[in-house]
T-cell receptor
Framework: GENVEQHPSTLSVQEGDSAVIKCTYS??????FPWYKQELGKGPQLIID?????GEKKDQRIAVTLNKTAKHFSLHITETQPEDSAVYFC??????????????FGKGTKLSVKP | EAQVTQNPRYLITVTGKKLTVTCSQN?????MSWYRQDPGLGLRQIYY???????DKGDVPEGYKVSRKEKRNFPLILESPSPNQTSLYFC???????????FGPGTRLTVT
Protein backbone atom coordinates (compact mmCIF):
# COMPACT_ATOMS: atom_id res chain seq x y z
CA GLY A 1 0.00 0.00 0.00
CA GLU A 2 0.86 3.66 0.04
CA ASN A 3 3.60 4.95 2.34
CA VAL A 4 4.21 8.63 3.05
CA GLU A 5 7.52 9.85 4.48
CA GLN A 6 7.73 13.37 5.94
CA HIS A 7 10.83 15.42 6.81
CA PRO A 8 11.95 17.01 8.98
CA SER A 9 10.19 15.88 12.15
CA THR A 10 10.99 19.20 13.84
CA LEU A 11 11.80 22.57 12.31
CA SER A 12 12.71 25.79 14.05
CA VAL A 13 12.88 29.08 12.15
CA GLN A 14 13.16 32.74 12.96
CA GLU A 15 10.11 34.91 12.42
CA GLY A 16 10.10 36.22 8.87
CA ASP A 17 12.15 33.35 7.47
CA SER A 18 10.77 30.68 5.16
CA ALA A 19 9.95 27.11 6.17
CA VAL A 20 9.91 24.07 3.89
CA ILE A 21 8.51 20.66 4.74
CA LYS A 22 8.98 17.76 2.35
CA CYS A 23 7.06 14.55 1.78
CA THR A 24 7.59 11.57 -0.47
CA TYR A 25 5.06 8.95 -1.42
CA SER A 26 5.55 5.44 -2.70
CA UNK A 27 2.71 4.75 -5.12
CA UNK A 28 2.55 6.57 -8.41
CA UNK A 29 -1.24 6.06 -8.44
CA UNK A 30 -1.64 8.67 -5.68
CA UNK A 31 -3.29 11.78 -7.04
CA UNK A 32 -4.47 13.90 -4.11
CA PHE A 33 -2.09 15.57 -1.65
CA PRO A 34 -3.47 17.69 1.21
CA TRP A 35 -1.62 19.46 4.00
CA TYR A 36 -3.11 19.79 7.47
CA LYS A 37 -2.12 22.09 10.32
CA GLN A 38 -2.69 21.00 13.90
CA GLU A 39 -2.53 23.63 16.60
CA LEU A 40 -2.00 22.63 20.20
CA GLY A 41 -5.09 20.96 21.67
CA LYS A 42 -7.03 21.00 18.42
CA GLY A 43 -7.83 18.71 15.56
CA PRO A 44 -5.98 19.00 12.23
CA GLN A 45 -7.29 21.55 9.75
CA LEU A 46 -6.76 21.59 5.99
CA ILE A 47 -4.59 24.50 4.86
CA ILE A 48 -3.92 23.65 1.24
CA ASP A 49 -4.20 20.71 -1.14
CA UNK A 50 -3.03 19.81 -4.62
CA UNK A 51 -4.07 17.26 -7.19
CA UNK A 52 -1.76 15.47 -9.56
CA UNK A 53 -2.78 17.46 -12.62
CA UNK A 54 -1.23 20.58 -11.07
CA GLY A 55 2.45 21.24 -10.31
CA GLU A 56 2.11 24.13 -7.90
CA LYS A 57 -0.58 25.88 -5.89
CA LYS A 58 -0.33 29.04 -3.83
CA ASP A 59 -2.51 30.66 -1.19
CA GLN A 60 -1.06 33.87 0.24
CA ARG A 61 2.05 32.86 2.25
CA ILE A 62 1.55 29.14 1.70
CA ALA A 63 2.45 27.16 -1.40
CA VAL A 64 2.63 23.49 -2.29
CA THR A 65 4.69 21.98 -5.09
CA LEU A 66 4.32 18.52 -6.57
CA ASN A 67 6.89 16.52 -8.53
CA LYS A 68 5.10 13.46 -9.85
CA THR A 69 8.20 11.99 -11.47
CA ALA A 70 10.14 12.05 -8.23
CA LYS A 71 7.03 11.31 -6.17
CA HIS A 72 7.51 14.12 -3.73
CA PHE A 73 5.62 17.22 -2.68
CA SER A 74 6.54 20.11 -0.44
CA LEU A 75 4.92 22.77 1.69
CA HIS A 76 6.46 26.24 1.59
CA ILE A 77 5.59 28.91 4.14
CA THR A 78 7.06 32.35 3.52
CA GLU A 79 7.38 35.24 5.97
CA THR A 80 6.69 32.95 8.89
CA GLN A 81 4.86 34.30 11.91
CA PRO A 82 4.59 32.95 15.49
CA GLU A 83 1.03 31.82 14.76
CA ASP A 84 2.42 29.45 12.14
CA SER A 85 3.86 27.38 14.99
CA ALA A 86 2.03 24.04 14.89
CA VAL A 87 2.35 20.45 13.73
CA TYR A 88 1.95 20.01 9.98
CA PHE A 89 0.88 16.78 8.33
CA CYS A 90 1.11 15.85 4.69
CA UNK A 91 -1.09 13.12 3.24
CA UNK A 92 -1.63 11.22 0.03
CA UNK A 93 -4.55 9.39 -1.42
CA UNK A 94 -4.10 6.56 -3.85
CA UNK A 95 -6.34 5.61 -6.75
CA UNK A 96 -6.50 1.88 -7.27
CA UNK A 97 -8.82 -0.26 -9.34
CA UNK A 98 -10.83 2.84 -10.20
CA UNK A 99 -11.60 3.57 -6.55
CA UNK A 100 -10.08 6.38 -4.52
CA UNK A 101 -8.31 5.17 -1.41
CA UNK A 102 -8.25 6.73 2.01
CA UNK A 103 -5.77 9.36 3.12
CA UNK A 104 -2.37 8.10 4.29
CA PHE A 105 -0.69 10.65 6.55
CA GLY A 106 2.96 11.43 7.13
CA LYS A 107 4.24 11.40 10.70
CA GLY A 108 4.12 15.16 11.09
CA THR A 109 6.50 18.11 11.41
CA LYS A 110 6.54 20.29 14.48
CA LEU A 111 7.25 23.84 13.31
CA SER A 112 8.40 26.44 15.82
CA VAL A 113 8.63 30.07 14.76
CA LYS A 114 10.74 32.14 17.14
CA PRO A 115 9.88 35.83 17.52
CA GLU B 1 -21.93 26.41 13.42
CA ALA B 2 -20.65 23.60 11.23
CA GLN B 3 -18.64 21.25 13.37
CA VAL B 4 -17.62 17.76 14.41
CA THR B 5 -18.10 17.04 18.09
CA GLN B 6 -16.59 14.26 20.15
CA ASN B 7 -17.40 13.09 23.64
CA PRO B 8 -15.82 12.67 26.03
CA ARG B 9 -12.78 14.88 25.46
CA TYR B 10 -10.79 13.11 28.15
CA LEU B 11 -11.22 9.62 29.53
CA ILE B 12 -9.23 7.52 31.95
CA THR B 13 -10.36 3.92 32.25
CA VAL B 14 -9.13 0.49 33.24
CA THR B 15 -8.25 -2.51 31.13
CA GLY B 16 -11.26 -4.48 29.97
CA LYS B 17 -13.98 -1.94 30.74
CA LYS B 18 -16.03 -1.35 27.60
CA LEU B 19 -16.28 2.23 26.43
CA THR B 20 -17.76 4.27 23.61
CA VAL B 21 -16.49 7.53 22.19
CA THR B 22 -19.21 9.40 20.37
CA CYS B 23 -18.76 11.46 17.21
CA SER B 24 -21.39 13.66 15.62
CA GLN B 25 -21.34 16.05 12.67
CA ASN B 26 -23.96 18.60 11.64
CA UNK B 27 -22.83 19.12 8.03
CA UNK B 28 -24.75 16.22 6.43
CA UNK B 29 -21.46 14.64 5.39
CA UNK B 30 -21.51 11.17 3.92
CA UNK B 31 -17.95 10.17 4.79
CA MET B 32 -16.76 9.77 8.38
CA SER B 33 -13.57 8.34 9.80
CA TRP B 34 -11.73 7.60 13.03
CA TYR B 35 -7.99 8.14 13.50
CA ARG B 36 -5.61 7.64 16.33
CA GLN B 37 -2.60 9.89 16.85
CA ASP B 38 0.48 8.63 18.64
CA PRO B 39 3.83 10.41 19.12
CA GLY B 40 6.15 9.75 16.19
CA LEU B 41 3.49 7.78 14.30
CA GLY B 42 1.27 10.55 12.97
CA LEU B 43 -2.39 9.90 12.19
CA ARG B 44 -3.46 6.35 11.50
CA GLN B 45 -6.92 5.43 10.31
CA ILE B 46 -8.92 2.98 12.42
CA TYR B 47 -12.27 2.70 10.59
CA TYR B 48 -14.18 4.70 8.06
CA UNK B 49 -17.72 4.90 6.73
CA UNK B 50 -18.78 5.93 3.25
CA UNK B 51 -22.44 6.26 4.25
CA UNK B 52 -25.13 4.92 6.58
CA UNK B 53 -24.65 1.21 7.28
CA UNK B 54 -21.41 1.17 5.22
CA UNK B 55 -18.23 0.79 7.27
CA ASP B 56 -14.78 -0.58 6.54
CA LYS B 57 -11.46 -1.16 8.24
CA GLY B 58 -8.63 1.31 8.08
CA ASP B 59 -4.98 0.58 8.84
CA VAL B 60 -5.26 -0.22 12.56
CA PRO B 61 -8.75 -1.68 13.24
CA GLU B 62 -7.79 -4.34 15.80
CA GLY B 63 -9.58 -3.88 19.12
CA TYR B 64 -12.12 -1.38 17.79
CA LYS B 65 -15.67 -1.47 16.48
CA VAL B 66 -17.83 1.18 14.83
CA SER B 67 -21.39 1.59 13.68
CA ARG B 68 -23.15 4.03 11.38
CA LYS B 69 -26.88 3.81 11.98
CA GLU B 70 -27.47 7.50 11.30
CA LYS B 71 -25.69 9.83 8.92
CA ARG B 72 -24.60 12.28 11.62
CA ASN B 73 -23.21 9.81 14.19
CA PHE B 74 -20.22 7.49 14.06
CA PRO B 75 -19.36 6.07 17.49
CA LEU B 76 -16.10 4.28 18.22
CA ILE B 77 -16.43 1.28 20.52
CA LEU B 78 -13.67 -0.38 22.51
CA GLU B 79 -15.12 -3.66 23.76
CA SER B 80 -12.15 -4.55 25.98
CA PRO B 81 -9.68 -1.67 26.11
CA SER B 82 -6.00 -2.41 26.65
CA PRO B 83 -3.10 -0.09 27.59
CA ASN B 84 -1.82 -0.06 23.98
CA GLN B 85 -5.03 1.76 23.03
CA THR B 86 -3.96 4.75 25.11
CA SER B 87 -3.92 7.46 22.49
CA LEU B 88 -5.42 10.66 21.12
CA TYR B 89 -8.43 9.88 18.94
CA PHE B 90 -9.90 12.06 16.20
CA CYS B 91 -13.13 11.75 14.34
CA UNK B 92 -13.40 13.39 10.93
CA UNK B 93 -16.06 13.89 8.30
CA UNK B 94 -16.20 15.09 4.71
CA UNK B 95 -18.83 15.55 2.01
CA UNK B 96 -16.99 13.08 -0.24
CA UNK B 97 -14.24 10.56 -0.09
CA UNK B 98 -11.27 12.61 -1.24
CA UNK B 99 -11.99 16.17 -0.32
CA UNK B 100 -11.33 18.25 2.77
CA UNK B 101 -11.86 16.37 5.99
CA UNK B 102 -13.18 18.24 9.03
CA PHE B 103 -11.71 16.99 12.28
CA GLY B 104 -13.22 16.97 15.73
CA PRO B 105 -11.33 18.35 18.75
CA GLY B 106 -9.98 14.96 19.82
CA THR B 107 -10.48 12.53 22.70
CA ARG B 108 -7.54 11.73 24.90
CA LEU B 109 -7.93 8.18 26.19
CA THR B 110 -5.79 6.60 28.88
CA VAL B 111 -6.17 2.90 29.65
CA THR B 112 -4.48 1.70 32.84
Amino acid sequence: GENVEQHPSTLSVQEGDSAVIKCTYSDSASNYFPWYKQELGKGPQLIIDIRSNVGEKKDQRIAVTLNKTAKHFSLHITETQPEDSAVYFCAASMNYGGSQGNLIFGKGTKLSVKP
Amino acid sequence: EAQVTQNPRYLITVTGKKLTVTCSQNMNHEYMSWYRQDPGLGLRQIYYSMNVEVTDKGDVPEGYKVSRKEKRNFPLILESPSPNQTSLYFCASSPGHVVEQYFGPGTRLTVT
